[in-house]
């Protein structure tokens, strides 16, 4: 069903319009373009007015004005009636046309400016594709023409507002995601048949139990396990509704944490480098006192380096000369002396020579003591080197250990300063308390997992017994139920909720399964980016998750124009499901996304106008000269919006 | 094909035929159960004004026996 025409008359700032939304062969779509405030939104209520009798998306401005035009108002007179009208015309794929026109009268009174509400009536007038036509106005007959067009708690997926779409996969969305798609797909109707039938089961069961005292025993105890398999079954949906809960949050806070430092495990690492770079201060100060004990030690023989190597270097040179040690002959030259003859050069001594020898040999004892006393001082002179040795290697060692240890102290300050710029200028109490709380998330989803299994086990033991307790029901009813009153009053009614709980579980895997291909082929057919995705899927709670190419969930990660046109799809996905074949009506559709992701998602509402109908209703400020590049060229009718000088009444300009 | 706008194997239409398959050898209790949706779905609550009950002794009054 697309909607053909639009008139208006009377209602809010729509005095009299009537809008035409042409058929075309490639895109069906339509756009409006309208500041705040001129009507826009006014449109999106009137339709939801002449369906539903209400008007969801009023604001505070408007809900303080008369819905009745207010220069009609001003034209009246006191107690004239004003008819308020909105007229949605459709036209089906086999051409058949339907009307849905609401009339509402309300009365001018002289003292009041809100003229007095009357009567509200919405009728249907059918055409067929000969142009017969036929009005409906039983009340029933018209109400059930707008579910099979869109039904009231369905139209929120067809007429909304773009900020919808941003939304659409909060936690606080979930339950209603959920609940829509039970709604969608009727599954809702099953469920509230299997616990009318199982209402009635219990029923006969308890009346059953007059029949015989080991009856009502039973009965009573299949009661009891039944309570219990229910609290139990409660038990596990609240487990499942906490994990799926504590996963999206999970996914909000990598969505927040995204880019940002990890605070707590970069401060960990900063505290580390800071303990080391105090150890090692701590370290080099120790390593200074013992250089600056050796330098002290060393200053205090310095001094004799000097004379302690000139000596040695005597010492030495004698040594070479052979100077040292003497060699002292004295019984030889005692001997010339008192024989007074030289046995060396043999000839007798004169008095002369005598006193010569005698001088000689005193001589030779002085020395042989110098020498003697130079020998003793080498061995002191070359303890005292070594030690002055000994100690400039110690202080040439020290220094290289300080260098090592001061190369160390450069390095962990550079990782203390680069762990300081990577912290700089992030809220590191927030990203702390982010990292925190997805850490709660995180163990909650360990901890829930494993209570779940628990329980499901369970529920398994339960579920057993109680079938256990069924089968000896029936064995003893057999016996006692003679007329079998009650035996095919309760086989007929267990028989046929054991099917609704079948079909149930049927309907639920297949409709879980169709959303899920449906989203997942509207997306890849609409999404811009062609390495990002890897797949699209659907829990059994209905939560859609994106997967990354890389095989991680992202949709908390995914920027806003991809998370909207996941919504958007999957909003598709439903349509399809429910098989209500109705346009798609967006409130300021790409308001909420920026950049190069707006166009990208312009295109994508272009490309889903191919197969349904979209109307798109436009501010200025996210009508772009770039989105008007996208949109205009497929749409087939443009219209402007505007306000007359008094700013009572739209005016409605098409744009060529 | 639609109905209304709607496409017929959807929602409470896709029901009926899931049921049908399962149950196509017991008349009474499929005619039954049609009932009883259709009584949820309130598409047609003017027409079904049984309660539950009175439909179930209904359908045992039928004949019903269990195949099973």
């Known amino acids: ?656 | 094909m639609t109905y209304g706008g709607r496409k017929m194997e959807t929602g409470i239409n896709k029901i009926i035929k899931l049921l049908e398959n399962e149950i196509s050898d017991d008349k009474i209790l499929l005619d039954f159960l049609i009932v009883l949706l259709r009584k949820e779905t309130f598409e047609y609550s003017a027409w079904y004004k049984d309660p539950y009950q009175r439909m179930i002794e209904k359908a045992i009054a039928l004949g019903w026996k269990n195949a099973d």
């Open chain 1, 1 to 656: 069903m697309q909607i053909e025409k639009i008139s208006l008359k009377n209602y809010r700032q729509f005095r009299d319009i009537e809008i035409v939304f042409n058929e075309s062969a490639n895109f069906k779509l339509h756009r409006f373009l309208g500041s705040n405030g001129v009507g826009k939104t006014t449109l999106l209520n009137a339709i939801n007015w002449c369906l539903y009798n209400d008007e969801p998306h009023l604001t505070k401005e408007s809900d303080v004005l008369p819905i009745v035009n207010l220069n009609t108002i001003k034209d009246s007179k006191d107690g004239d009636d004003i008819i308020i009208e909105v007229n949605i015309q459709l036209k089906s794929g086999d051409n058949r046309i339907i009307n849905f026109v609401r009339r509402s009268i309300y009365t001018c009174t002289k003292n009041n400016i809100n003229p007095m509400f009357k009567n509200t009536v919405l009728r249907v007038r059918y055409i067929d594709d000969e142009g017969n036509s036929i009005w409906k106005d039983d009340e029933e007959e018209v109400s059930q023409a707008v579910s099979r067009f869109v039904p009231l708690k369905l139209r929120e997926y067809f007429f909304f507002d773009g900020e919808r779409l941003e939304t659409y996969f909060t936690v606080q969305s979930r339950d209603k995601i959920k609940n829509a798609v039970m709604a969608i797909s009727e599954i809702e109707v099953l469920r509230r048949t299997e616990n009318r039938l199982d209402e009635i089961l219990k029923l006969y069961r308890r009346n059953s139990g007059s029949l015989s005292p080991d009856l009502k025993k039973i009965e009573e105890k299949i009661s009891k396990k039944e309570i219990k398999l229910k609290e139990l079954n409660k038990k596990l949906e609240g487990i499942e509704t906490t994990l799926s809960d504590s996963i999206n949050k999970v996914e909000e806070y990598n969505k927040n944490l995204e880019g940002l430092p990890n605070v707590d495990e970069l401060n960990k690492r900063y505290n580390e480098y800071n303990d080391a770079r105090k150890n090692i201060e701590s370290d080099i100060n120790i390593e200074n006192s013992r250089k600056n004990q050796f330098l002290y030690d060393l200053s205090k023989i310095l001094l004799l380096r000097g004379p302690v190597s000139d000596y040695l270097k005597i010492i030495k040179d004698k040594k070479n000369k052979k100077e040292i040690p003497v060699v002292n002959d004295k019984t030889l030259i005692q001997d010339i002396l008192s024989d007074k003859h030289c046995n060396i050069c043999n000839r007798s001594l004169d008095d002369n020579s005598i006193i010569f020898v005698q001088q000689v040999l005193d001589d030779i004892k002085l020395s042989t003591n110098i020498a003697t006393k130079l020998m003793i001082s080498e061995s002191n002179l070359s303890v005292i080197d070594n030690m002055i040795n000994n100690l400039n290697d110690k202080i040439k060692s020290q220094g290289k250990i300080l260098i090592t240890k001061h190369k160390y102290l450069t390095k962990t300050q550079q990782m203390i300063n680069k762990i300081d710029n990577e912290l700089s200028g992030h809220n590191q109490e927030q990203i702390s308390k982010w990292h925190r709380e997805r850490k709660t998330f995180q163990d909650i989803i360990i901890y829930k997992s494993q209570e779940k299994g628990d329980i499901k086990s369970h529920i398994e033991t339960t579920t057993n017994e109680l079938e256990s307790m069924n089968v000896q029901y029936q064995d003893e009813l057999k016996k006692v139920d003679k007329k079998q009153k009650y035996n095919y009053l309760i086989e007929f009614t267990k028989k046929s909720l054991n099917i609704i709980k079948n079909i149930n579980k049927k309907m639920i895997i297949e409709v879980k399964k169709q959303i899920e291909k449906d989203t997942k082929d509207n997306f890849f057919k609409l999404i811009w980016k062609t390495t990002t995705f890897k797949d699209v899927t659907i829990d059994d709670d209905f939560n859609v998750r994106l997967i990354h190419i890389d095989d991680y969930s992202m949709l908390g990660s995914a920027s806003r124009a991809e998370t909207e046109l996941l919504a958007l799809a999957f909003t598709i996905a439903l349509h399809n499901i429910s098989g209500f074949e109705a346009p798609i009506i967006i409130d300021t559709p790409v308001a909420r996304v920026s950049d190069i992701n707006r166009e990208n998602f312009g295109s994508s509402l272009v490309k889903l106008s191919e197969f349904t109908q979209v109307i798109l209703l436009f501010t200025p400020d996210e009508f772009t000269t770039n989105i008007r590049k996208i949109i205009d060229p497929a749409a087939i009718n443009k219209y402007e919006l505007k306000l007359t000088s008094d700013e009572k009444e739209v005016i409605l300009n098409v744009i060529s």
